[in-house]
């Protein structure tokens, strides 16, 4: 089993930054890719990107892509997720996923799944 806890969530003013963090536990070695999904209210759950853990291969949703960037930090077991000039169209709970395959943008080939973190944007 796989255990993932997210943090840095928050309130943040549109425009500004936010990094939120993806700490591992358990047998990540079985993982190949890391990725974070969001889910806005009453919308379904979206891939906003994805990192593996050997390479450092990452890939993007359209929407966030040049303004959001995914890190990770072996020693550490934790992903990270920066996101720049965020606007009120990013508010979301955000969560993190690990998957024992390749990286993907299809929410059913994440095998663990974290609690979420909200975050919201005001303008």
């Known amino acids: 089993q796989v255990q993932l806890v997210e943090s840095g969530g928050g309130l943040v003013q549109a425009g500004g930054p936010l990094r939120l963090s993806c700490a591992a536990s358990g047998r990540t070695f079985s993982t190949n890719t890391m990725g974070w999904f969001r889910q806005a209210p009453g919308k379904e759950r979206e891939f906003v990107g994805a990192?593996?853990?050997?390479?450092?291969?990452?890939y993007y949703a359209d929407s966030v892509k040049g303004r959001f960037t995914i890190s990770r930090d072996h020693a550490k077991k934790t992903v990270y997720l920066q996101k720049n000039s965020l606007n009120p169209e990013d508010t979301a709970v955000y969560y993190c996923?690990?998957?024992?395959?390749?990286?993907?943008?299809?929410?059913?080939?994440?095998?663990?799944w974290g609690q979420g973190t909200q975050v919201t944007v005001s303008s």
């Open positions: 996923a690990a998957a024992h395959d390749r990286a993907s943008t299809v929410l059913r080939e994440y095998d663990y």
């Open positions: 990192i593996s853990w050997s390479g450092g291969s990452t």
